[in-house]
């Protein structure tokens, strides 16, 4: 029962995800108002799939980060952990109990990134980082393509019980493009300041996901009353 409404949550906010994915290619649209920077983004992405692609996979690398992303998230919600195994191509966290937002962490947390971006932020504490923000921003190309790469990749090529944890497959699948979606439009906000407003991007999808609900129930109601 559980898992049905968590299914029926999940079709609501396909509107909303619709309007998200919309936004978020507006912002990353935007952020070509600073080529220079965009173009570092996107070869570090272009560089992380060729090497994934034609060299390595970096498997063990991911369910490291996996697994520790787990861990974390459990570590947040007051969870306790039992146990924590890592191997080259898969591993498991053992928790005291378990949510939604544990089982799917890892499918839109990226790791590695956000690791990047503490240590970058942490540097700049003690000298002036600027010299070295293309370098960072190659870097965080090439640690986001990592992730999205992974993540697709662990969610179509094996049975993953935690989606059915978190609440079945649709309300995973919507939730992880979500919050995906939503890493990638901060991402955009930090990296190019100027070019993009999440203010209006967020008022945009308010907007269109009131709007298509509104006509979506006053198109039942005229064809169930009248």
């Known amino acids: 029962m559980r898992n049905f409404i968590k299914t029926v949550i999940a079709v609501l906010f396909l509107p909303t995800l619709f309007f998200v994915a919309g936004q978020t290619a507006r912002l990353l649209y ?88 503490v240590v970058y932020c942490g540097l700049e504490l003690w000298r002036d980082m600027t010299p070295y923000r293309l370098f960072f921003v190659f870097a965080l190309g090439f ?46 906000k930090i990296l190019f300041p100027q070019q993009v407003s999440l203010t209006q991007a967020l008022y945009n999808v308010w907007g269109g996901t009131y709007n298509t609900w509104r006509i979506l129930v006053n198109y039942i109601i005229e064809r169930t009353f009248m």
């Open 143 to 188: 640690f986001t393509a990592f992730h999205f790469i992974q993540t697709f990749k662990t969610l179509f090529e094996a049975q993953q019980p935690d989606l059915k944890l978190a609440g079945g497959k649709v309300f995973s699948a919507v939730s992880i493009t979500l919050v995906n979606l939503m890493v990638l439009a901060v991402m955009c």
């Open 30 to 117: 935007a952020g070509f108002g600073n080529l220079q920077t965009m173009l570092c983004l996107l070869v570090g992405g272009a560089v992380y799939a060729g090497i994934h692609f034609w060299l390595y996979n970096f498997s063990c690398m991911y369910v490291l980060g996996h697994e520790l992303t787990h861990a974390v998230a459990a570590v947040l919600c007051g969870c306790r952990i039992k146990d924590i195994y890592v191997g080259k191509d898969s591993g498991y966290v053992k928790l005291t109990q378990c949510n939604a937002f544990v089982a799917l962490a890892p499918y839109f947390v990226p790791a590695y990134s956000v690791a990047l971006g």
